[in-house]
């Protein structure tokens, strides 16, 4: 299995992903996260800033965590959305709404342009194909 088969966001180094994003979830975004990811699961109603903000605690989750699995995961709910025709939108306020209600803090060890790096091979890869 390659290197990217098997680390979901390669480049990126496994010891790295705690670095990739600006956020982390505190204790109690941790447990509203379980929470959207339930309903998620349980083909429960969500609004659209519940997606919007399951997509973005999903991926603080797995990364903070080193978890390649739960970082497939991330990607399957935000295809899966996709599919639903639920997509991205109003992403600044759901964020500022988690920051707000101090459901995610600054990420002492983020480091800017590292994600970068890893959109920046899918979108070579997907050209040599």
Known sequence: MSSD??????PIEL???PK???YVLTKQGLIYF?????????GKNMSLDECNKLRLMYVYYATANRNP???RRW?????TLD???IFEKDMYSSKED??????????????SGLYRKHIQFVKETMNSK
């Open 98 to 111: 988690l920051k707000n209600k101090l459901l995610v803090v600054k990420n002492p060890h983020y480091q």
């Open 83 to 85: 599919d639903k025709e």
């Open 5 to 10: 088969q098997k680390n979901p966001l390669y």
């Open 15 to 17: 010891d790295d992903y």
């Open 34 to 42: 379980h929470t959207l990811k339930r309903n998620y699961l349980l």
């Open 20 to 22: 990739l994003f600006d």
């Open 69 to 71: 699995q739960e970082v």
């Open 75 to 79: 990607q399957d709910v935000c295809i």
